[in-house]
């Protein structure tokens, strides 16, 4: 997938977004390949209670709260009640951003290319979201970048996303991590480690020495 991004690489304006925790394992490879600098993009489901996996909105980084009011409105959801899920999620999200980024700042993406990183697509339900709230810092240009995906998947998000770079699309994909042979997610510390690692690299290129890519 990192070659099929070649045209990206050694650039100031470009910069790799991973969704945690999984994508954060491929993201590091795209960076280090790259030589781009590499953070987390976290968003949080609003789940409507009562139904966790039916979602009736999200909350991202810097405020951002995307409300799907006709669901809210389907399911007779009052204000407190959506209070008290932003709430819990907004605080989850600071709670990881915290847990990952130890009060490093967000890179600031206006005007310049994002690469957004995943492991793998399914539906495509939370890049579009994740898409959404990125669209909020202008970013000149976003490209979803993934290893794995549905073909239709792909089609669809081609429509919120400047371009979508996909290793393979296979006729018959049927969960993410089938095409995987260890789809284990990473644990919190190794997601931290691979960041760092990739920081230090930036922070040494910065310097004029060459980049350590060791991560251990």
């Known amino acids: 997938m990192a070659q099929r991004l070649t045209r990206y690489a050694r650039r100031d304006d470009v910069f790799v977004l991973a969704l945690p925790r999984g994508g954060v394992s491929v993201g590091f490879e795209v960076a280090r390949a790259l030589e781009a600098p590499l953070d987390v993009y976290m968003v949080r489901k609003l789940s409507v209670p009562g139904y966790g996996e039916l979602a009736m909105g999200a909350v991202a980084p810097g405020g951002v709260r995307l409300i799907n ?3 809210v409105r389907r399911f007779g959801i009052g204000r407190e009640a959506l209070s008290a899920v932003i709430f819990r999620e907004e605080t989850e999200l ?3 951003e915290q847990l990952y980024r ?3 700042p967000r890179l600031l993406v206006t005007d310049c290319t994002v690469l957004l990183v995943d492991d793998g697509i399914a539906t495509g339900a939370t890049m579009r979201v994740v898409i959404s709230a ?10 979803v970048a993934v290893p794995i995906a549905a073909r239709s998947t792909c089609e669809s998000l081609a ?3 400047d371009e979508i770079v996909c290793a393979a699309t296979p006729e018959e994909f ?3 991590g089938a095409w995987y042979q260890d789809f284990a997610q990473p644990k919190d510390e190794e997601v931290r480690a691979l960041l760092q690692s990739i920081a ?3 922070e040494r290129r910065d310097s004029g020495m060459p980049a350590a890519y060791g991560h251990s």
């Open 69 to 71: 009011w006709e669901s």
């Open 94 to 96: 600071a709670h990881r």
């Open 102 to 104: 130890h009060n490093a």
């Open 134 to 143: 990125l669209r909020q810092q202008q970013p000149a240009r976003i490209v």
């Open 159 to 161: 429509c919120v996303a």
């Open 174 to 176: 049927h969960a993410v």
């Open 200 to 202: 230090r690299d930036q």
